[in-house]
């Protein structure tokens, strides 16, 4: 690879003494996998730096599937992300980790991603209209498509106080059924516009995003839910890398 890139770490663990294996969201290769040789070791000039949520430009080389790091800088200091906000970046972090594809280019969702972030570090009250709107920007880019505004079965344009049950591969279709897959007119309109005015229109999005989202991470559950725990029991979850080799 030639050239300098921005990136952003995803997600670190040790490797032999000295060293780190990166996943880092890179601006036109997307996610990409980058041994850190010697990042860990006291004399490093990488020590400290190669933490989430810090943009960076990165140089690497290597053909295989794993690449080796040449170079890292950072742009500015690391995005402050504490409490809530940190473990919703976190969250963040991992689905990119889980569904990307190894080394394709995205980079529209990489603008998305810093927003998403940029919006969390300055963000007072609750995360979740950043988080929902970053799940809907991270299934378009994927290639989930599905119109929000329109009756699957009868063309029409959705009508706010009408049910429309969600299908997969075919879209929302106007029904009485009232159950997990049902939305009011109103509630797919927001989830189009991505502006979520209420908490009804935020748990609809949440409940939308998780349902289409499953697919794309299987059965195995994420392990930012489980920071959350930690943090609901007030124990706030760590931004930097593991020490003890585990997965952060």
């Keep these: 690879m030639e050239g300098w890139q921005r990136a952003f770490v995803l997600h670190g663990r040790h490797y032999s003494e000295t060293s780190l294996l990166l996943d880092f969201f890179t601006e036109n290769d997307g996610r990409v996998?980058?041994?850190?040789?010697?990042?860990?070791?006291?004399r490093s000039a990488l020590k400290g730096v190669l933490q989430p949520f810090t943009p960076l430009l990165i140089r690497w080389s290597g053909r295989g599937e794993v690449k080796t790091l040449r170079s890292a800088e950072p742009v500015s200091m690391g995005l402050p992300l504490n409490g809530l906000m940190l473990y919703s970046?976190?969250?963040?972090?991992?689905?990119?980790s889980r569904v990307l594809a190894h080394e394709t280019d995205y980079s529209s969702l990489f603008f998305d991603y810093l927003h998403c972030l940029q919006t969390l570090a300055g963000a007072i009250g609750s995360p979740e209209p950043?988080?929902?709107r970053f799940e809907l920007a991270l299934l378009?880019?994927?290639?989930?498509?599905?119109?929000f505004?329109?009756?699957?079965g009868s063309g029409e344009p959705v009508s706010d106080d009408m049910t429309y049950r969600y299908r997969e591969e075919k879209g929302f279709i106007a029904s009485v059924v009232i159950d997990h897959y049902s939305f009011t007119g109103r509630e797919l309109q927001a989830l189009a516009s991505r502006e979520f005015a209420d908490i009804a229109t935020l748990?609809?999005?949440?409940?939308?995003t998780r349902m289409a989202l499953k697919p794309y991470l299987g059965g195995k559950p994420l392990k930012s839910a489980e920071l959350f725990r930690q943090f609901?029991?007030?124990?706030?979850?760590s931004k930097t890398l593991p020490t003890d080799g585990s997965s952060s």
């Design 140 to 147: 378009g880019h994927l290639g989930y498509g599905v119109d």
């Design 232 to 237: 609901m029991t007030r124990k706030p979850p």
């Design 33 to 42: 996998r980058i041994l850190a040789k010697g990042a860990r070791s006291r």
């Design 89 to 96: 970046g976190l969250y963040t972090n991992e689905l990119l």
């Design 149 to 152: 505004l329109h009756c699957a």
């Design 130 to 132: 950043a988080l929902r």
């Design 203 to 208: 748990r609809a999005a949440k409940r939308f």
